[in-house]
């Protein structure tokens, strides 16, 4: 299996120059067969248009990006974001996604309480379990680096991640991004047991640059960092996960200002030499 | 014990406006009788010195900043950095210290092996164990935030700290700065953790500031960010530490470009109200 690399592309990595067809048009281009799009792509062109795209051209669709976001001040807000990620469930069924990623999201409003947080974070996703087992979706937990416990997720290690995950059943698994968990001392025993889970649901690739310019937007294109991609695929590989690797890039001042082309072309090279 | 307060002034809070004599005046009249310098600040006015200062004015040393960097690609590259950590204990030993705060260092050079880089933090502790004990020093280890795993410090949670020091003996133990560690899911369990290992060396505060604008230089006064910092000072007073709360806030657009009186005026109304 080690000899196939399966590239799916996130949406994101393209975003500000293609939007979802012109990215599945580049993809398919570059013979590209598998994406993962982000929902606001998905809504700007429409999901039934979406979802037509993707079965004509036989696209594998790795995760839609991205449920989550639970923490609220409010037992109101807590609802709302709730029937959000319903919302979110509909459209990863309609695509025929392999998972809905959720970013769990941080500290609400004013709130330092952070274990307060993360039980909102079980507690939302429990609550939207009923519809993803009946709509057949599966809900991928991404940990979030640490550097965004407090507002963007508060889910920050694998470990933490599949905690949850056997409170909720084989439904809520892991999308493990390198990005997100490469520094963590416990990595190869945590992948070991997500894989002892069948919990692997996706795995997102990019590179830690150093140094880094902006908390958010300045990922790496693989190669040009400090993550040894090599090593973490073959802990993912011997977890048992041999699915797409899907590159997924925030980067405004590089990748994102190049061509869609140019960027698909770079990644086919990186993914075949240093991943 | 709850009620005692003891403040130590890491004197990089303060190094934009003092030197090492001006810091210790700037203490004095503010009541504080504890401080943090840095090697730097130490040289400049040089060791004797900096060691009558302290004690003609009876001053607990709650650390000297810093030892550490231990990785490097050579042989003598890395025999270099344990020779200055020799040095750094000699200083160390001289001002009284509680203990020599170690920044551990990142990746050598173009070197993406992060066990590899962890291990010879750990070799180059080992190898300067021997002068420390002799000296009297202690070592404390500084988990540093994930973001910094690259560039400054591949030790990035207190268990992983705590693994090294298991291995290394009594001598050594963690400084354990909350910038660092507020994010960890397994904080409170680790903090007990260290205190049943009686390794709790020093506890640093400040705060994470939302959003924060820069990744080494914007850390937060204390209650102006998201740490739960009476909550976490709860979890290291059950773990057997009430030694002083050492303030350390590098912070190049705020608190550098103030006053040292007025920087210390407010650390001290913040650790009577927030901390």
Redesign the interface.
């Known amino acids: 299996m080690k000899g196939a690399r399966v590239i799916s592309l996130n949406l994101a990595t393209t975003r500000q120059v293609w939007g979802f067809k012109d990215a599945v048009d580049g993809c398919l281009r570059a013979g590209i067969t598998a994406i993962a799009p982000w929902r606001d792509q998905i809504e700007a062109i429409g999901l039934d248009e979406a979802a037509r795209i993707v079965k004509a051209n036989g696209l594998q669709v790795t995760g839609v990006c991205r449920g989550g976001m639970f923490p609220a001040e409010s037992a109101a807000g807590r609802q709302a974001q709730i029937d959000d990620n319903l919302r979110a469930i509909d459209q990863a069924a309609a695509l025929n996604a392999d998972c809905l990623v959720l970013v769990v999201g941080g500290?609400p409003g004013s709130?330092?309480?952070?274990p307060g947080a993360?039980q909102m974070v079980t507690d939302g996703i429990a609550a939207m379990l009923p519809h993803a087992i009946a709509s057949g979706v599966k809900i991928a937990i991404e940990p979030l680096?640490?550097?965004y416990?407090?507002?963007r997720a508060?889910?920050?290690?694998i470990?933490?991640a599949l905690?949850i995950c056997e409170q909720l059943g084989e439904t809520v698994g892991v999308a493990i991004d390198v990005y997100h968990v490469?520094?963590?001392?416990k990595l190869a025993q945590a992948i070991a047991r997500a894989g002892r889970m069948n919990r692997i649901f996706a795995h997102h690739i990019c590179d830690?640059l150093?140094?880094?310019q902006d908390?958010l937007l300045d990922r790496g294109m693989m190669g040009d960092?400090?993550?040894?991609l090599p090593?973490i695929r073959q802990i993912i590989e011997a977890a048992g996960y041999f699915g797409p690797q899907e590159v997924e890039i925030f980067s405004q001042d590089n990748w994102w200002k190049r061509p869609g082309d140019e960027v698909l072309a770079v990644i086919k090279q990186r993914v075949a030499t240093v991943c």
Chains 1, 2 share one sequence.
């Open positions: 500290l709130s330092k309480d952070l993360r680096h640490p550097m416990a407090a507002d508060c889910v920050n290690t470990d933490q905690d490469w520094w963590d001392p830690w150093v140094p880094t908390m960092g400090v993550i040894d090593a």
